[in-house]
Every structure is written in structure tokens, then in C-alpha cells.
């Protein structure tokens, strides 16, 4: 086990990699938020391949993203992730995002849990020493994620999950819930704005075949409320905040 409590990752942003806007998509960026918490776990000796062991894992609750801006095509730029704080149920990790000039650009707040696979139940996390000891003081200025309450009013559609939707745990990846948020959007919109500030939270697991409903409430165009929904239950709550292009 290495006791390295923060941890980098240099990458470069390729033409493939790009949204239409020629920068970093959101959905990437939380890609890379997984694989660099993974990372960092597995740098610990506590990654998918040593809690699988124990029918346990990592579990993604809620993620808070800032941005300045995002990287653009043929860009290099940097992730370094730490953990701000534990208890028995969630551990905090932060992460920020430099440019090429080692210029912060975003930071990131994220909650984890370990979940029991069998039982779908959380784990007590209190007894992971490795946590205790790593704990870093950088500093991650952004607001922690507020409330986000259900979206009552607003625009409404299905979407049933189909299998390139599932993960490895055989349900629905985090990503593509992102990516059918983010889709409730025109390209215009994109073209002339970009996601300052997302906050998401993942509150129940969904599955292959599931229909939900994706709601959407953009009264305020530039702060927007969303929700995926099943039979009335939220499964994802998420608020989007938008900045106008320069």
C-alpha cells in the first residue's frame, strides 16, 4: 500500500475526445473523476480488484463540478484528486483541473460510499485506516452540493434504459445519466453557453429495461433544475447552472 495522499494525472484532449464546441465535455470530465478516484484507490490498495474480494465497491453518490473553463482540443491538462474528510458512510474526494500552464480551470467535489453488492447495502467505512491517515488540507474553495429538491413543474419525457446504458454492476453508468441530462439541451444552447456549476446526485440505482421520466424546470434558462424519475421516485436529482461564452 502507498500512502500518497493526493494523486495526479496528466492527459491530452484528442479531436475524438470533443464535444462540438472543440472543448472537454462534461461527460468526460465525469469519466475522468471515476478513473482518477479509482486511480487513487488503487495507488491504496483498495481499488475494484481488491473490495471486489469481499463483494464490496466504491459507489458514486453525489459529484459538484465548477469550471473557469474547459480544456480545449489538442489540450493537455492535469487532475490531481485528495480526501477532504470521512465518516461511517461517505468519504469526501476532491479533484482539481489545471491547464497547461498549471492554471486551475475547475474543481470538483464528489461523495463516496462502499456498498455490500449481495445486499446493496452501505458499509461502515470507519474501520479503513488507509482513509484516516491520508486525509490532505488542500483546499477545494467551491460550495459544497446544496439540497436538490424534486422537480415538480416543467418539461417532461421518457427515456427507457437499453443495454449500452449499464456498467459493469449491471446498472445504469453514471455517465449516460449525465448525457441524457445534458441532452435536454439544443446545441444552440451549448454554442452559446457552457456548464459553469453541475451538482448531481445519484439516489437510487436503475436497470436495464427501466422507463423513467426526465424532467426538466429551465423557468431561469441559465440555472436549471432536473430530475430522472421512476414510478414518481427520483433516481437522479441534478441542478445545471450555466455562464455565457466570451
Same mark, same amino acid.
Given at each position: 500500500?502507498?500512502?500518497?495522499?493526493?494523486?495526479?494525472?496528466?492527459?491530452?484532449?484528442?479531436?475524438? &475526445? $470533443?464535444?462540438?464546441?472543440?472543448?472537454?465535455? /462534461?461527460?468526460? %470530465?465525469?469519466?475522468?473523476?471515476?478513473?482518477?478516484? !479509482?486511480?487513487?484507490?488503487?495507488?491504496?490498495?483498495?481499488?475494484?480488484?481488491?473490495?471486489?474480494?469481499?463483494?464490496?465497491?466504491?459507489?458514486?453518490?453525489?459529484?459538484?463540478?465548477?469550471?473557469?473553463?474547459?480544456?480545449?482540443?489538442?489540450?493537455?491538462?492535469?487532475?490531481?484528486?485528495?480526501?477532504?474528510?470521512?465518516?461511517?458512510?461517505?468519504?469526501?474526494?476532491?479533484?482539481?483541473?489545471?491547464?497547461?500552464?498549471?492554471?486551475?480551470?475547475?474543481?470538483?467535489?464528489?461523495?463516496?460510499?462502499?456498498?455490500?453488492?449481495?445486499?446493496?447495502?452501505?458499509?461502515?467505512?470507519?474501520?479503513?485506516?488507509?482513509?484516516?491517515?491520508?486525509?490532505?488540507?488542500? &483546499? $477545494?474553495?467551491?460550495?459544497?452540493?446544496?439540497? /436538490?429538491?424534486? %422537480?415538480?413543474?416543467?418539461?417532461?419525457?421518457?427515456? !427507457?434504459?437499453?443495454?449500452?446504458?449499464?456498467?459493469?454492476?449491471?446498472?445504469?453508468?453514471?455517465?449516460?445519466?449525465?448525457?441524457?441530462?445534458?441532452?435536454?439541451?439544443?446545441?444552440?444552447?451549448?454554442?452559446?453557453?457552457?456548464?459553469?456549476?453541475?451538482?448531481?446526485?445519484?439516489?437510487?440505482?436503475?436497470?436495464?429495461?427501466?422507463?423513467?421520466?426526465?424532467?426538466?424546470?429551465?423557468?431561469?434558462?441559465?440555472?436549471?433544475?432536473?430530475?430522472?424519475?421512476?414510478?414518481?421516485?427520483?433516481?437522479?436529482?441534478?441542478?445545471?447552472?450555466?455562464?455565457?461564452?466570451?
Amino acid at each position: 500500500m502507498e500512502n500518497i495522499k493526493e494523486y495526479k494525472q496528466e492527459y491530452f484532449l484528442t479531436a475524438a &475526445e $470533443c464535444n462540438p464546441e472543440q472543448e472537454m465535455p /462534461l461527460s468526460l %470530465v465525469m469519466t475522468k473523476i471515476i478513473e482518477m478516484a !479509482t486511480l487513487h484507490a488503487n495507488a491504496w490498495g483498495v481499488g475494484y480488484a481488491n473490495m471486489i474480494e469481499n463483494n464490496q465497491g466504491w459507489v458514486l453518490s453525489r459529484v459538484t463540478v465548477e469550471m473557469k473553463r474547459y480544456p480545449k482540443v489538442n489540450e493537455p491538462y492535469t487532475f490531481t484528486t485528495w480526501i477532504e474528510d470521512y465518516n461511517r458512510h461517505f468519504s469526501q474526494r476532491n479533484m482539481e483541473i489545471q491547464d497547461l500552464n498549471g492554471e486551475v480551470i475547475g474543481y470538483v467535489r464528489t461523495i463516496w460510499m462502499v456498498i455490500n453488492f449481495a445486499t446493496r447495502e452501505s458499509v461502515d467505512i470507519s474501520q479503513l485506516s488507509y482513509i484516516r491517515e491520508n486525509i490532505s488540507d488542500h &483546499e $477545494c474553495p467551491i460550495a459544497p452540493q446544496g439540497r /436538490l429538491r424534486p %422537480v415538480v413543474d416543467g418539461k417532461s419525457c421518457d427515456y !427507457t434504459f437499453k443495454y449500452m446504458d449499464c456498467d459493469v454492476n449491471r446498472h445504469v453508468n453514471t455517465v449516460k445519466y449525465l448525457d441524457l441530462l445534458l441532452n435536454q439541451f439544443s446545441m444552440e444552447k451549448f454554442d452559446n453557453e457552457f456548464v459553469q456549476r453541475l451538482e448531481i446526485a445519484f439516489l437510487k440505482e436503475t436497470l436495464f429495461g427501466t422507463t423513467a421520466q426526465i424532467n426538466l424546470d429551465d423557468t431561469d434558462p441559465m440555472d436549471c433544475k432536473l430530475s430522472i424519475d421512476v414510478d414518481g421516485t427520483s433516481h437522479v436529482r441534478s441542478r445545471i447552472t450555466f455562464s455565457r461564452r466570451e
